[in-house]
């Protein structure tokens, strides 16, 4: 049996809710799968619930847009305290920072001429934390762009019109908090971001896992980085990023890892 460990919900900028997320899980024969939202952690106590009633291990996790010698680099966490008071103060202080960058997105496109309102995009994230791809889909249902890709190469993306630099805290800060959280850190996606030559500081800053599989990973590139998981003694994992949008990665289970995983990054958090 497998695990997709690396999906979104409406709790951050996913389209299904944690609960549908499971259904679809469930539907497609998966074992495991961990709900990695994007600086929130409110998507998965429904989720844990759904998975208890349906027979499925969610797994708690978290995706974490940091920096790290003046690159964006993401992060996830798995397995941490979810509910852990300086853990939940620090999401609490970054959702508000996504406000903050998403009411300046809103005042360079209406100085583009176009007409985008907070209220639009708190409406658009609905409980979820607010992000870009919100932004994305008003700028879709409004006939100016096709897509959510196009959205961004258009004008959110970064050197476009409407793009904003986001709070920037640090990899090892993020690495730190998720650790003294009683969480397992791992390297997302290194090659979307570019991120592979970092692997070895970030090991001594903490990291304890890189994500191996994943969409558009070729063979040549799996067996290069299990090879750097054996280096370090990293655990390795992997997983669809399932958005559930029509411009993201496919569906829940396109990318999956063995059980086993799991079970390395259970001993890795010392759980049983």
């Known amino acids: 049996m497998s695990a997709d460990l690396h999906i979104h919900t409406d709790a951050s900028d996913g389209v299904e809710s944690p609960a549908q997320v499971v259904y679809l899980a469930k539907t497609a024969g998966l074992k495991a799968i961990a709900i990695t939202d994007h600086e929130t952690t409110s998507g998965i106590a429904p989720a844990l619930e759904a998975g ?25 966490g798995y397995l941490m305290d979810y509910t852990e008071p300086v853990f939940l103060s620090f999401l609490e202080l970054l959702k508000q920072k ?51 890709a196009q959205a961004f190469d258009q004008y959110l993306g970064t050197g476009r019109p409407a793009y904003v630099p986001r709070f920037k805290y640090s990899t090892s800060e993020a690495i730190q908090l998720i650790r003294e ?48 998981c054996k280096l370090y003694n990293l655990v390795f994992t992997g997983g669809s990023d399932f958005h559930g949008d029509q411009n993201r990665h496919g569906y ?17 958090a010392g759980k049983k």
């Open 52 to 76: 208890r009633r349906l027979s499925l291990e969610v797994l708690p996790g978290v995706e974490m847009s940091t920096e790290h010698q003046d690159r964006e680099v993401h992060l996830l």
């Open 98 to 148: 996504r406000k903050e960058r998403a009411a300046k997105i809103a005042a360079r496109l209406c100085d583009l001429g176009v007409q985008v309102t907070m209220d639009q995009i708190l409406a658009a994230a609905g409980n979820g934390s607010v992000g870009r791809p919100h932004v994305a889909r008003i700028l879709i249902k409004s006939g100016l762009v096709q897509s959510v």
């Open 181 to 228: 959280a009683g969480g397992v850190t791992v390297l997302a996606h290194p090659m979307i971001d570019d991120s592979e030559s970092f692997i070895p500081g970030l090991v001594k800053d903490g990291l304890q896992g890189l994500e191996v599989y994943y969409p558009g990973h070729s063979p040549e590139i799996i067996s290069r980085f299990l090879r750097t």
């Open 252 to 268: 829940i289970g396109e990318v999956t890892v063995p059980y086993q995983s799991v079970v390395n990054l259970k001993k890795c």
